[in-house]
């Protein structure tokens, strides 16, 4: 299968608009919704969800952290019933609006230092696999973390996902950051040519390590998300 472009969308709250949902759209295969927690209300939820389904883009759950202040990137110390609970909440949220439009839940991706947590740490993983089989849906993540090792152990479908615009540490853990920072487009393309190529990709050290995966990520709050979206595209389509 061919590699797909995936972003995380509906990261607003009311009249205060983040991202660059409109103009990501078209260029996207998947989003990735916000679901009440870190970022997303009601009728933000439903307002992406209709639009993205309008542009045939699959639709998947983006549960955060319970911390709309620090926009889901700050960890917390969650026993695993606790990360179940949170997550089942926002994506049964966001599968009553897919239903109403007719629309299928296609995957689950945790957001942010949900995200990173649940790759270090097995048991918050499978409390995260345990929505995914109630929904029978695969869930997006990083190879070579508990990510995959604990969707492959439970049977649970896994997309394996590269950035390419965030860093890579030493160890292949992603570099998160508070603030959105601009990339270029021109190495938002290098790094995705390199991956796509030669299945590597450069750390903060230089050092250059393996990646897999399935899905390229372009995260939507990016000041310059449309741009960087738009040159890994190209990058995709002609690899």
């Known amino acids: 299968m061919p ?5 995380d969308l509906g990261e607003s709250f009311g009249i205060h608009s983040f991202g660059n949902d409109d103009a990501l759209l078209p260029l996207v295969d998947a ?3 916000a679901c009440g927690f870190h970022a997303g209300d009601p009728v933000g939820i439903h307002q992406t969800v209709t639009k993205a389904a309008a542009a045939g883009v699959a ?3 983006h549960p955060g952290l319970p911390d709309a202040v620090g926009f889901g990137r700050r960890e917390m110390k969650l026993f695993s019933d606790e990360v179940r609970a949170l997550v089942l909440y926002q994506v049964a949220a966001l599968k009553g609006y897919l239903d ?3 629309v299928p839940l296609r995957h689950i991706k945790p957001h942010g230092s949900l995200y990173g947590m649940a790759a270090r740490d097995e048991e918050l993983m499978d409390a995260i696999c345990d929505v995914a089989v109630q929904y029978g849906v695969p869930v997006y993540g990083m190879a070579g973390t508990a990510h995959e090792r604990v969707a492959a152990r439970r049977g649970v479908p896994f997309v394996a996902e590269f950035y390419v615009d965030l860093g890579y540490r030493y ?3 992603l570099a998160i950051v508070r603030r959105p920072h601009a990339t270029a487009p021109r190495l938002a393309a290098d790094r995705a040519r390199l991956a796509l190529t030669d299945g590597l990709v450069e750390t903060d050290s230089g050092r250059r390590i393996p990646v897999r995966f399935d899905s390229i990520c372009v995260h939507s709050d990016t000041p310059n998300a449309v741009e960087v979206a738009t040159a890994v595209r190209q990058v995709i389509q002609s690899a």
């Open 3 to 7: 590699v797909s472009l995936n972003s």
């Open 31 to 33: 989003a990735n919704v």
């Open 59 to 61: 639709i998947g759950a």
């Open 100 to 102: 109403a439009e007719g």
């Open 171 to 173: 160890d292949g853990s």
